[in-house]
Structure formats: C-alpha cells, structure tokens
C-alpha cells in the first residue's frame, strides 16, 4: 500500500461559525508555546478561542492534567456541557511538573530548590 503525504491545509480565519470554540491549554511560563500562541494560534482564531492557564503544566500539559486524574472530566465538561470548569492543578504534587521545576531550577542554579523538587518527585 502506498503512503501517501498528508496535506498541510491552511485555513481561512476563523468566522466563529461553530457550536464549540476551539481549547487551548497551555502553561504560560513555556515560552515557547507562548510564542507558538500568540504568532500561530491568536492571529488565526482571534477572540473565538478559549484560553486556559496552567502553571507549572510544563510543554506536557495534557500529560500533567492525566498524571492528575484532572484531564477526562476537563474535556468531557468542554465536549458535552460546553463548559470550560475549574482545574485544580497541584503542580507541587505532580510529577511531570515537578520534573520540569527542578530542571528549571538547576537550570537557574538554583540547586537546592532543585533538589527538594527531585526529593517530592521521588
């Protein structure tokens, strides 16, 4: 069977014709999924998107929701009673955040912040 390429089809701005706005879910101290954002997907949708702010989520943020048990009910709120509900995201007791804060912190030299992060991850 022949594999054939999948086409990259660009879109025409979004006319907001749709039942459900577009999610983005995205940890603003990622910069650059905050770049991606704001040059990408803001011009392209505008005002008909919704935002949602997850400190701490890391690049992974859909990986830190699900390690949080948080993830299903998030989408199934958005996808059946097109709600966007609370999140409550303990970054301090997940290990994907917990992770990418230590690694941040080493990064920064800040190395003994990183080794309490590491001591809560393990």
Do not use: W
């Not at 022949?2 to 879910?25: A, D, M």
């Not at 943020?61 to 699900?66: H, S, T």
């Not at 030299?109 to 991850?121: I, T, V």
């Amino acid at each position: 069977m022949e594999c054939k390429p999948f086409p990259h089809i660009v879109r025409q701005k979004n006319t907001g014709s749709y039942n459900l706005k577009p999610v983005v879910i995205l940890d603003p101290k990622q910069p650059r999924d905050n770049l991606y954002y704001s040059k990408r997907i803001l011009p392209h949708f505008g005002t008909y998107i919704d935002t949602v702010k997850v400190y701490d989520g890391t690049h992974e943020v859909a990986k830190a929701l699900a390690n949080q048990k948080v993830l299903k009910d998030f989408t199934l709120s958005i996808i059946i009673e097109n709600k966007i509900p609370e999140i409550d995201f303990k970054p301090e007791e997940n290990s994907v955040s917990l992770s990418e804060m230590a690694y941040r912190s080493a990064k920064e030299k800040k190395y003994d912040c990183a080794n309490r992060f590491l001591e809560k991850y393990y």
